[in-house]
């Protein structure tokens, strides 16, 4: 707030007002002075508003047709808690109150507050019980529901909004979430393309669910993102999908598909007691960090020398997905380390399933859209770009310069 716009309360109105205050719940309880002097300025505003309608104060205007009318009781929900007001009536019905709206039961920030605890994963009936421990207000469940279900409509124009024509690196991950259907539980992937902006900011691209991946899927999902607008990837980094270099071969030829070293290590070590993971990491790294795809090669060569009799899994493993391991091998190293991992991704899904967890299951597809969105939009107030990405667009510009917007 500004000195303009400032209010500065009298001292001896203050002194006054702390007579009647004698424990914290005296002011700030349910039914505590904070609550009743908010109450008393709303029906102060609404007695104006009435005024301002009817042309002339209370007690005059006789004989002059539309007159003051008694009042209505509410239950107004705000940002503190519940307040109950008067609201003023007038003869002919055709007073519309600005402040709380005919039919509004709660002011600016409550649907807010509300689609804030269910983004980080409480359910309807704790959100119920927080708001009652916090408040003092009892909420029905069913003011909740039409709350967060009025965010479909939102997240419905979100995954169909237009995108950038050209994203250097679109990181796509999976994650699974319980979904109740006729009856019957069952795994369902939630898809997510994440991507990076050529001035290195992150946004979430692409949102599908899915029984099962496979080239068909991806590519719908990838026309899909053309159509809204994307023109060229250069990076695809992934985890090994299903059908998905397939895809992108057809819907963006010219895009390059990586699949996340971090993924592969964490593949590779679910073979490997923990006493032997320090070896066995440090035998990777020559292999990914080599300084070209030969050198990796030969590296492979010699891990498979040193633990390929009794580790053959991950060498079969590294073996299989070497044409999709190697690409980034062919670019500097910062372009590499941009590439190499989808840290970025893996954070969000951390974020995303620290809200998915505690519900358990999902009656239908709309109630786990609604919770992945609002997920999503509450961490993506927290992104910035990496500090190494100018380094990064530098090296793109030089390599990929043509296909970059100038």
């Not at 007038?90 to 689609?115: H, I, M, N, S």
């Not at 795994?187 to 994440?194: E, G, N, P, T």
């Not at 902006?197 to 029984?211: A, E, P, S």
């Amino acid at each position: 707030m500004n000195e303009s716009t400032a209010v500065t309360l009298k001292p001896e109105l203050v002194e006054e007002l702390l007579k009647a205050v004698r424990t914290p719940n005296d002011l700030f309880g349910p039914e505590g002075l904070f609550v009743r002097l908010k109450a008393a300025l709303m029906e102060r505003m609404l007695e104006a508003e009435l005024t301002e309608h009817l042309g002339f104060e209370k007690n005059a205007g006789r004989g002059m047709g539309n007159a003051r009318n008694g009042y209505t009781t509410k239950m107004v929900q705000t940002e503190t808690g519940p307040v109950q007001i008067r609201v003023p009536r007038d003869r002919a019905g055709t007073f519309e109150p600005q402040l709380v709206a005919k039919y509004q039961r709660r002011l600016e920030g409550f649907d807010d507050k509300v689609l804030a605890l269910y983004a980080r994963g409480m359910s309807v009936r704790d959100i119920q019980r927080h708001l009652h421990e916090l408040y003092g207000t009892e909420v029905a469940p069913e003011l909740i529901s039409r709350v967060t279900d009025a965010v479909l409509d939102e997240a419905r124009a979100w995954k169909s909004r237009p995108l950038d024509a050209v994203y250097p690196i679109v990181y796509i991950d999976a994650l699974f979430v319980s979904v109740r259907d006729e009856g019957t539980v069952h795994k369902k992937a939630v898809y997510i393309a994440l991507g990076v902006t050529v001035d290195g900011r992150r946004d979430v691209l692409g949102l599908w669910m899915d029984g099962s991946e496979g080239a068909r899927f991806w590519l719908n999902a990838l026309t899909e993102l053309k159509n809204r607008g994307v023109q060229d990837i250069l990076f695809v980094c992934c985890d090994g999908l299903s059908g998905l270099p397939q895809a992108c071969e057809a819907a963006f030829p010219k895009a390059i598909v990586q699949t996340c070293i971090v993924h592969m290590i964490r593949a590779s070590l679910r073979y490997v007691p923990f006493a032997e993971r320090k070896n066995i990491v440090a035998g990777l790294r020559t292999i990914y960090g080599a300084d070209t795809q030969d050198t990796a090669r030969l590296a492979l060569d010699t891990f498979d020398e040193h633990f390929g009799r009794k580790y053959p899994g991950i060498v079969n493993l590294w073996r299989t997905r070497w044409n999709e391991v190697v690409p980034f091998l062919s670019y500097p190293t910062e372009i590499r380390r941009i590439l190499y991992t989808t840290n970025a991704i893996e954070s969000l899904n951390f974020q995303l399933r620290k809200v998915l967890r505690p519900k358990g299951h999902f009656p239908n597809d709309d109630a786990v859209l609604k919770v992945v969105y609002l997920a999503i939009k509450h961490a993506s107030f927290r992104w910035k770009p990496s500090k190494d990405w100018p380094r990064a667009l530098t090296h793109f510009a030089i390599v990929f310069g043509d296909r970059l917007p100038v």
